[in-house]
């Protein structure tokens, strides 16, 4: 305990550093449309690579800068290099592809948050539907102020995707009146459910009942053929995972999908 919290209060004492020099990057891990197979979107994750070229997990400082508050000035850095990154490719003519930003809840409660958010849009001359914001199923359901968030957001222009869904304790009637688009299904899903009988009832069942409510489907934490072919079965849209590619340099993604388009 006590060799963790000397670490904990290095990471902390290191972020604004760390910030300034850009040691926070960004990777993207590619969603494939489940018929075509073709690249249909990516989602944004940091990692932090320090100067002497190690990488910190973001199983350590994720949790802990989201205890202290850190997390808000982390989250939007990321979207903002996420635009970025958007603005560059669009202006080289590439083919738009959605790259969706993960948004703590500390960062939803910070203030004129959407305000900032839609500047840097702005500011970078992108479309809105370029940067979807994801925020975890607890996050997005059971708080009514972050309800009427999210639902800002949507009106300023953002497209909203629930993430996790299923590591939580979901209410039928309050996902229906959620202003999201897109639903992802959570990794344990994948590694559970599709592992037994009753499980596969279950997420064919899910799938199609968050259809007929007008969601998209994305399944994350495809890892073999089997499952990518269970979930194709049942009616997912797009597939998150190892079986296609995990997260990569953007330099490494741009090389390996961009250049198809």
Request: hydrophobic content about 40%; glycine content about 6%.
């Amino acid at each position: 305990m006590g060799r963790k919290h000397i670490r904990d209060r290095m990471m902390e004492n290191e972020f604004d550093e760390a910030i300034r020099n850009e040691e926070f990057v960004v990777y993207l891990q590619p969603k494939y449309n489940v018929v075509t197979e073709e690249i249909a979107g990516a989602e944004a994750l940091v990692r932090w690579k320090k100067k002497d070229g190690s990488m910190v997990s973001p199983g350590e400082f994720i949790p802990l800068y989201e205890k202290d508050g850190l997390i808000v000035r982390l989250d939007e850095y990321v979207f903002n290099k996420v635009c970025e990154i958007q603005k560059t490719l669009i202006r080289s003519g590439k083919k738009l592809i959605p790259i969706s930003v993960n948004l703590s809840r500390a960062s939803i409660h910070y203030e004129n948050m959407i305000l900032r958010y839609v500047h840097i849009v702005e500011e970078n001359g992108i479309p809105f539907s370029a940067v979807p914001i994801e925020l975890t199923e607890t996050a997005a359901l059971y708080n009514v102020q972050i309800k009427e968030l999210t639902e800002k957001m949507v009106n300023a222009g953002f497209e909203l995707h629930m993430d996790d869904f299923g590591s939580g304790y979901s209410s039928l009637n309050q996902i229906a009146n959620m202003p999201a688009d897109t639903i992802k299904l959570d990794h344990i899903f994948a590694s559970k459910s599709l592992c037994t009988d009753k499980g596969r009832i279950l997420i064919r069942t899910l799938i199609n009942l968050l259809h007929q409510i007008d969601y998209n489907v994305v399944f994350e934490g495809i890892e073999t053929l089997e499952q990518k072919q269970l979930v194709e079965s049942y009616g997912c849209d797009l597939i998150q995972g190892f079986y296609y590619s995990r997260p990569i340099p953007v330099s490494d993604f741009e090389n390996k999908y961009m250049c198809l388009n």
